[in-house]
């Protein structure tokens, strides 16, 4: 059976107080192990997919005359790889200004890297219009159905589209994290 | 790792952490990692304290930073509670040292459910922040935080009568 909670609000804060367990060293050792993991599992995940991109950018220099396309995936890798970096770079705000602060900070945070993931939308965009462009002019100029030309432009698409994907799937967490952000800015100012 | 540092600053301020993460994430295995969460960024940041307020508001401003960081990110995820077998250490009997744990539990279920605006300042004053600390962590005028205490008091008052 529940006993009544204590009206007196010193009571309250006295009960509330009196969970004093705290958190050991052992604890934050593990909790730091699985941050490094983590944080190791999605660079190794960001690498396979650069690794993915320069495989087919030297396969297509490699085996096809098309040094065109190569140099398009080898330019895309770069610059993804660039806005990757930046956004791995730019860490969390330390946060040891107040909650109202931190909130604008955060959305801020958000702002920005929506920023550098619209540009690299763009950048993929431009990828596969200059790979559309290019493979139609080389099947222009050959006047016949090459698979080669067609295989070749379908890996640089794919690799493209790979990085769109994740851009995406990024931009909705992003653009989720922001709402949440602002509801609670908001809920904080009324 | 044998940072005496960190040592300090988990003998000192990981209970506030971990009530404050409780306070706000039902799921125990979720509040523990909030709280480890916390105290890794207070060890952090710890650097950077210049002596500008006390120590346990430093730590308070942090807590909070890596709640809401905690918040926006699990927005899909349902609060799952469920109520702890565990119990803290007994100097009281093992009867009554379940009495007070439980109704520590409920104490911490009942100021989960107060809307946020509210439940922010109420945890701070149940852990016995002054409402000009309580200003200065949470960034608002003393005059707000003196009113939204009082309807946080009355809200868990009518929470308690009315479950």
């Not at chain 1, 050792?29 to 944080?39: F, G, S």
């Not at chain 1, 030297?58 to 970096?85: C, R």
């Not at chain 1, 791995?88 to 602060?101: E, I, K, N, P, Y």
Request: contains cysteine; positive net charge.
């Amino acid at each position: 059976m529940n006993t009544p909670l204590p009206e007196d609000w010193n009571d309250l804060a006295r009960m509330w107080q009196a969970d004093a367990a705290g958190l050991s060293l052992p604890e934050i050792d593990e909790h730091l192990q699985r941050e490094k993991k983590q944080m190791a599992g999605v660079a190794a995940a960001e690498f396979a997919g650069l690794g993915v991109g320069l495989v087919a950018a030297a396969l297509v220099l490699l085996l096809t005359p098309m040094v065109w396309l190569g140099t398009v995936i080898i330019l895309f890798g770069g610059a993804s790889a660039w806005i990757a970096l930046r956004l791995r770079r730019a860490g969390r705000a330390q946060g040891s200004g107040d909650l109202l602060q931190s909130l604008k900070d955060s959305i801020e945070r958000e702002d920005w890297i929506a920023e550098q993931l619209r540009f690299g939308r763009v950048l993929s965009f431009v990828a596969l219009f200059a790979i559309i462009q290019a493979t139609s002019a080389q099947l222009f100029t050959l006047k016949a159905f090459s698979a080669t030309v067609l295989t070749a432009a379908g890996i640089g698409c794919a690799v493209v589209l790979g990085a769109l994907a994740w851009n995406v799937w990024l931009t909705a967490r992003s653009t989720r994290r922001r709402e949440r952000l602002k509801y609670l800015e908001d809920r904080m100012k009324t | 790792m044998a940072d005496p540092n960190l040592e300090r600053i988990l003998r000192e301020h990981s209970a506030l952490a971990r009530r404050l993460a409780a306070s706000h994430e039902a799921n125990p295995e979720a509040a523990r990692d909030l709280a480890q969460e916390i105290m890794v960024a207070v060890w952090r940041a710890w650097p950077a304290f210049r002596q500008q307020c006390s120590e346990r508001t430093y730590v308070a401003r942090i807590a909070h930073n890596r709640i809401v960081s905690h918040i926006a990110r699990a927005v899909r995820q349902p609060a799952l509670y469920e109520l702890s077998d565990e119990l803290p250490s007994a100097t009281p009997s093992p009867e009554e040292a379940a009495i007070r744990h439980s109704d520590q539990q409920r104490l911490m279920a009942l100021v989960r459910s107060l809307p946020l605006a509210y439940r922010e300042v109420a945890v701070l004053m149940l852990e016995g922040f002054t409402p000009p600390e309580v200003a200065e962590t949470l960034g608002l005028t003393t005059n707000a935080v003196a009113i939204r205490g009082t309807r946080a008091r009355g809200m868990l008052r009518a929470l308690m009568e009315n479950p």
